[in-house]
């Protein structure tokens, strides 16, 4: 009996080298778990604060939160939304619209932007709440079906993706179109523009809206940023076309899937002492600044 407790070196040395790993993974893994759970609570935060609803410009809306967008269409045969936010977002999405006396149930159609998780990371909610119908680009299909597992996403980050850091609830997309597609329900017609560059599929949509009796052109525009995470080859060719399309769409009223970047905030204030509060909305001087902002960058090389 004495003898088995007393321990001899040899399996106390192995117990001692095995804590000392168990401490050095710890340390190790407890920055990089701090950082992660930090960068999920950044990014959760970040621009998902509640923005009060509003009309943009006749059967136009924002539904979106603070920065990450979210825009409604109205008709009489069912609405459309563009873009779902984080995965978190759905809930101030159907909130806004119910705010603004439309149903969630009546949206038909859901559309997107680009399949990063802050703008297709609530398809499937939204989805699952409207019953709507997905169209997206096929590229863009690919990676919302995936649950944003997007083959072109730098592979160190491809394993945050999977663990749902980065990554989303797939959702299934019912109709896959090409460029220069008009998706329409009922009078209601926007037509995509594969816009290539910031993600293979990202696209952009334009649509006309009638504000009274003047028909305004409306530009909702991708991301032009160039992420240093996110790269694949014919991704400058890409963006060179992708300013060439954007140059050439009439775009009277222009938004894009962060707000700050199209001045949500500034527009909205300066309907209060617009003659028409539409009018501040009003920008293709912004606009083209917008795709020269996004060329410059990219002659320069930054990345994001
Ligand atoms: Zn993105």
Redesign the pocket.
């Known amino acids: 009996m004495e003898a088995n407790k007393s321990p001899g070196p040899a399996p106390r040395r192995r117990i001692t080298r095995r804590r000392l790993i168990l401490i050095a993974f710890a340390i190790l893994a407890a920055p990089l778990f701090l950082l992660g759970r930090a960068w999920k609570q950044g990014s959760d935060d970040g621009g998902q604060k509640y923005a009060r609803p509003f009309r943009i410009a006749g059967n136009f809306y924002y539904v979106g939160a603070n920065d990450i967008a979210a825009f409604l269409i109205t008709g009489p045969q069912g609405h459309v939304v563009i873009d779902g936010g984080y995965p978190g977002t759905p809930p101030l999405i159907i909130a806004s619209i119910a705010e603004l006396g439309f149903d969630i149930r009546d949206v038909r159609v859901l559309l997107n932007s ?1 399949p ?1 998780g ?2 297709a990371g609530g398809l499937a909610a939204l989805k699952e709440a409207s019953g709507a119908e997905i169209w997206a680009s096929h590229a863009s299909a690919d990676v919302i079906e995936a649950g944003g597992d997007d083959p072109d996403i730098h592979w160190a980050l491809r394993p945050l993706v999977r663990v749902g850091i980065l990554g989303y609830p797939a959702a299934r997309v019912d109709h896959r179109f090409d460029d220069g597609d008009t998706i329409r329900v009922g009078p209601v017609a926007l037509t995509a523009h594969v816009t290539a560059g ?2 293979r599929g ?1 696209t952009s949509w334009s649509f006309p809206v009638q504000d009274g009796d003047r028909e305004l052109q409306a530009v909702s525009a991708c ?1 032009l ?1 160039v ?1 240093g995470v ?1 790269r694949y080859s014919g991704q400058a060719p890409d963006f060179e076309r992708t300013f060439q399309v954007l140059r050439s769409l009439q775009a009277d009223i222009w938004v894009t ?1 962060h707000a700050r970047l199209w001045g949500r905030y500034r527009k909205f204030v300066a309907r209060d002492t617009a003659a028409n509060p539409v009018d501040p909305f009003i920008d293709p001087e912004g606009y083209r600044a917008y795709i020269d902002g996004g060329e410059s960058e990219l002659r320069r090389g930054v990345a994001h």
């Open positions: 680009e990063h802050d703008h910031h993600t990202c991301s940023v992420l996110s899937s």
